[in-house]
């Protein structure tokens, strides 16, 4: 259980500052939150949501109001209690102290932000390349460069920044680099098929997190296998985070 | 004060060759091994666990997506996805052997020679209280669901299992079946100290974008609240119709439900899905039986088994 300590709302977007000290203490960046919605009997499942951001006492959480679930939580209001599970998942790694490029497509930049505080908080460089359709998608821009990091931008329709998604941002980072560096991305499965691509080309080690839908999130039900080095894995306690190279792309590639 | 008022009614029951501390279980394919739902479950809190179903040897399960959401439930296409048997018992058991409450294996199989086989197989390990036969789960080819459907494939099998084995032997029975009742009574002729019923209903969701069946293997099994009322008269009928105690099983989310099954003739319940949502389900409902026993005038809770008939 967790109290709603405050709720920023932007667009389709709502940002939630959850207070739950045990949730906060143990939280790694890349882990995800499973919240009850509705208030009721439907949605049935819970929700999973990335942690954005976690302190002492508090665990954030960035909401895209899409559905019936996310609209509930979105339209929380402060003082009201949650019923969430967590910290739930493996995580990215904080091992070495290469810089990073952090590679953010629309809601996936969601992770990152916490990632890259942890990250710069062990003193690691951190380039932030944060892509989306259009303006509206680039999220969390301002809080990442507050934590430490650059802030690179790429709009699909030209908007901000390059013209192109994140992945073509990562893609111009890497060209010529001599100096070794390790990724961390979230976002749509295309991305992170495209960012492993890219990791592969220039030998570079890479993490990327990924989304099934979850019906129990606790690693027991079997729903939300990918295939990773020839065999079935879970995405909520195998991953969601897992070395883009053991993951296999197929149809994206 | 009446010191006997004061006194905790006890929830011990005998069920199937099964002593058991409380009458809640945790369902096969919703606790893994156990070792996953370590830390969100008091096991000390459950009468016992089932584990996830085991064959012969491994399996991967059904492609993706393997899971949907529905009205008050969910349908699932696993696919039977375990570790095999002999895995199972170099992997899994140990630290099943170490759970503090009675655990059962749950045995599945696509002919009868590899139930006998696994069954065969478990025999000479240590900790496990007794088996549960699967003999209906949807989402297999050849199998599973099959030997649940016929009363005479099933009363062979059960007999087969029950030379091969001493230990309680459970039957969990699919609700997928014109009349439940020549099933239960082919599964207590065949030797099974139990009923389990029941396992998930066939059914399907279609993605209206992709205009595709929404789980890959097409149709799945329906699990959930939604399976409570189906579940409730299934019970109901078997229990008049066989002497063996019949484990309930089908959307228990609360104290209440499982209230209601044991009114219904249930011996003990099962918590399946139930855990997805809330992981200290088990534990919550036998904690509620337990305040329910206590603010009613039953000794025990053997009382209301059946009282609703």
């Known amino acids: 259980m967790a109290r709603l300590h405050r709720i920023r709302r932007f667009g389709d977007f709502a940002h939630l500052t959850l207070s739950a000290p045990a949730v906060a203490r143990g939280a790694r960046p890349g882990q995800f939150l499973e919240i009850r919605t509705g208030g009721g009997p439907a949605p049935f499942w819970r929700r999973p949501f990335s942690i954005c951001r976690a302190t002492a006492t508090q665990v954030e959480v960035l909401v895209k109001a899409v559905g019936p679930g996310s609209r509930w939580l979105a339209a929380r209001r402060v003082g009201e209690t949650l019923d969430l599970l967590g910290p739930l998942g493996r995580g990215y790694s904080l091992a070495g102290r290469e810089p990073r490029l952090l590679v953010g497509g629309g809601y996936g930049v969601a992770p990152l932000l916490f990632l890259a505080e942890r990250l710069r908080a062990r003193g690691c460089a951190v380039e932030a390349l944060v892509g989306g359709r259009c303006t509206e998608d680039l999220l969390l821009r301002n809080e990442l460069r507050r934590a430490g990091a650059r802030v690179a931008c790429a709009t699909e329709d030209g908007g901000t920044g390059m013209r192109g998604t994140a992945a073509d941002l990562l893609s111009e980072r890497l060209r010529g680099r001599g100096r070794p560096v390790r990724i961390a991305a979230c976002g749509p499965r295309g991305l992170l098929a495209a960012v492993a691509r890219l990791a592969r080309r220039y030998g570079l080690p890479a993490e990327v997190s990924l989304e099934e839908t979850l019906a129990c999130g606790l690693g027991v039900c079997n729903g939300c296998v990918v295939r990773v080095k020839g065999e079935y894995r879970r995405v909520c306690v195998d991953g969601p985070v897992f070395p883009a190279e053991d993951v296999e792309w197929h149809e994206e590639e | ?309």
Request: glycine content about 12%.
């Open chain 2, 1 to 309: 004060m009446k010191k006997n008022k004061r006194r905790q009614p006890s929830l011990a029951v005998t069920v199937g060759g099964l002593r058991l501390r409380n009458p809640v279980l945790l369902a096969s394919g919703t606790c893994g091994y156990g070792e996953e739902l370590r830390g969100w479950l008091d096991f000390k809190a459950v009468g016992g666990i089932i584990a996830k179903s085991i064959t012969l040897r491994p399996r991967a399960g059904n492609p993706m997506p393997r899971v949907v959401e529905c009205a008050a439930g969910m349908l699932n296409a696993i696919g039977l996805a375990n570790v095999g048997v002999e895995a199972f018992c170099r992997e899994k058991l140990p630290a099943l052997r170490r759970m503090p409450c009675a655990v059962l294996a749950n045995v599945a199989g696509s002919t009868q020679t590899e139930y006998l086989r696994v069954v065969e197989r478990l025999q000479p390990e240590r900790g496990l209280a007794g088996i549960e036969l699967n003999v209906s789960c949807p989402n297999v080819q050849a199998g599973g669901m099959e030997f649940g459907r016929d009363p005479k494939t099933l009363e062979r099998l059960v007999r087969a299992v029950r030379r091969e084995t001493t230990w309680p032997l459970w039957v969990k029975l699919s609700p997928n079946v014109t009349d439940i009742l020549p099933l239960a009574q082919a599964a207590e002729q065949g030797g099974a100290d139990a009923l389990t019923l029941i396992n998930t209903l066939l059914g399907m969701r279609l993605d209206i974008f992709r205009r595709r069946p929404a789980l890959a293997y097409g149709t799945g099994g329906l699990s959930g609240p939604a399976i409570k009322p189906v579940a409730l008269a299934m019970v109901y009928k078997a229990a008049g119709a066989v002497k063996i105690p019949v484990v309930g099983c089908g959307g228990i989310e609360t104290p209440e439900d499982a209230v209601e099954f044991l009114l219904a003739g249930a011996s003990a319940v099962q918590i399946g899905t139930g855990t997805f949502r809330q992981p200290a389900a088990g534990s919550q409902v036998a904690e509620g039986l337990r305040r329910y026993a206590a603010a009613g005038r039953f000794g025990s809770l053997r009382a209301l088994i059946g009282a609703g008939r």
